[in-house]
C-alpha cells in the first residue's frame, strides 16, 4: 500500500490480512523520499498472530453505547458481570468499571468510568458543569488520533490527581482522563460518565471508538 502525506501531515491505515500464515513474518514499511540517510527511511515490525483480548465489564446495567464502543474493535473478547459476581481471581486482559468501585483496586489493567463515590486512594465530589476541555495530551499513544477539544460535560468529578497520575484531558479543574501506573496495577480514569447521553456526546462522537481501541 502507498501513503501519501504532506509535511506535518498524519494519516492511520489498517492492512487486512487474508491469509493467517503471516505469524513471525516481517513488516517492512518505507518511506520513498531521497535524501542523504537512507538507513532512517525504513522500519520493520514482526507480525503475530492475533489473540483474542478478554475484556471484563462490571456493571448493574447494560449500556449499548459503551458495549458498542468495546465491540468495534473484532478481538475483543467481551463479558459482563455485576459487582456482587465480581471476583479478583479472573485472568481478564482488561477490567472494567463502570458507575461502581470495588472495596480493593485489582492487580493488572483496569478503566474506571464515573467512580462517583471516589478511589480508594483518590476521594471525589460532584462538580456539575458545564465543564470545558482546555487541554489534551496529544503525544500519548492513548490519544492517537482523538480529539475531545471540544467536548463539553454536563456533570463530572472533582478530585486531586495523584502525584502519580498522568493528566490526558484537561479542564479547567480536574483532568476529565487521566491514567497511571502504580505497583502492578495500570489505569484510565474517566471523570464523567462518557457513555451517559444527557452528559455529554462523547459516545456519539468519532473519537469514542478510537479512544477505547487505543
Known sequence: DVVNLQPGERKGITLSFDDKGFDMHALKIELDVKDDLKVDNAAYTILHNIEKLKVLLISEEHNKYLEKALLTNPNVQLRQLKLSQYLDTTSDDITIFYNTVPKEIPEGNVIFINPESGLPFMPAA????????????????????????????????????????????????????WLGEQLNRKGIFFSFDAFDLKISKFALSYACPILMAN
Open 126 to 177: 460532584i462538580e456539575k458543569g458545564p465543564i470545558s476541555v482546555v487541554s489534551q495530551n496529544d503525544n500519548h499513544p492513548v490519544m492517537r488520533f482523538v480529539d475531545l477539544t471540544n467536548l463539553e460535560v454536563r456533570v463530572g468529578l472533582e478530585y486531586e490527581l495523584p502525584d502519580w497520575g498522568i493528566p490526558l484531558v484537561e479542564t479547567t479543574t480536574s483532568p476529565l482522563i
